[in-house]
T-cell receptor
Framework: AQTVTQSQPEMSVQEAETVTLSCTYDTSESDYYLFWYKQPPSRQMILVIRQEAYKQQNATENRFSVNFQKAAKSFSLKISDSQLGDAAMYFCAYRSTQKVDSSYKLIFGSGTRLLVRP | DTEVTQTPKHLVMGMTNKKSLKCEQHMGHRAMYWYKQKAKKPPELMFVYSYEKLSINESVPSRFSPECPNSSLLNLHLHALQPEDSALYLC???????????????FGSGTRLTVV
């Protein structure tokens, strides 16, 4: 079974600085998808960035980028020029390309709370 | 429309009440999900519907009863809940094939349920 681990329960960053959130996962599959979701106090889970395992190039979305190390099974999120609105819970998630009972299951890590200091 | 809409946003119910949570999407997604999320924890999968059929039940107690009347609508019927069932209930949807660019999940903003 796949597992996702986020070892940092909480991180803090100064506004305008850069922060990196860590995520490791365990799987025997060679093809899969990885995601970072943001959950602010408003509760909605917002997709921040996603990565296909077969792509060597790291995904980038504006101020958000990932460092995907497939051999090390590591998928960290870098937030550049941090803003107050980035404060939220961040969840790393894994999705297999193989269906389970005709569906795809999303497996979440335990989350990292990001605090942004003004 | 790229949203998943959940109603109500907040619900307080007694342990003998019957209530329902509603989730709606108009993105043509054929897989819909119910998750339960306790404070400061990740979402836990409860049910998955694929093509309006229940495909996964993660050993959820029978006091939670899901229903998928059509491809756009997902309900969660609640009956005789316990205080420990108080949580945020999230609905999500994803495309049929789940490949290529269409492999993401879209989440609703959830229903905050309090059982008293």
């Amino acid at each position: 079974a796949q597992t996702v681990t986020q070892s940092q329960p909480e991180m803090s960053v100064q506004e305008a600085e850069t922060v990196t959130l860590s995520c490791t996962y365990d799987t025997s599959e060679s093809d899969y998808y990885l995601f970072w979701y943001k959950q602010p106090p408003s509760r909605q889970m917002i997709l921040v960035i996603r990565q296909e395992a077969y792509k060597q190039q790291n995904a980038t979305e504006n101020r958000f980028s990932v460092n995907f190390q497939k051999a090390a099974k590591s998928f960290s999120l870098k937030i550049s020029d941090s803003q107050l609105g980035d404060a939220a819970m961040y969840f790393c998630a894994y999705r297999s390309t193989q269906k389970v009972d005709s569906s795809y299951k999303l497996i979440f890590g335990s989350g990292t709370r990001l605090l942004v200091r003004p | 429309d790229t949203e998943v809409t959940q109603t109500p946003k907040h619900l307080v119910m007694g342990m003998t009440n019957k209530k329902s949570l509603k989730c709606e999407q108009h993105m043509g997604h054929r897989a819909m999900y119910w998750y339960k999320q306790k404070a400061k924890k990740p979402p836990e999968l409860m049910f998955v519907y694929s093509y309006e059929k229940l495909s996964i039940n993660e050993s959820v107690p029978s006091r939670f009863s899901p229903e998928c009347p059509n491809s756009s609508l997902l309900n969660l019927h609640l009956h005789a809940l316990q205080p420990e069932d108080s949580a945020l209930y999230l609905c999500a949807s994803s495309p049929r094939g789940g490949s290529g660019l269409n492999y993401g999940y879209t989440f609703g903003s959830g229903t905050r349920l309090t059982v008293v």
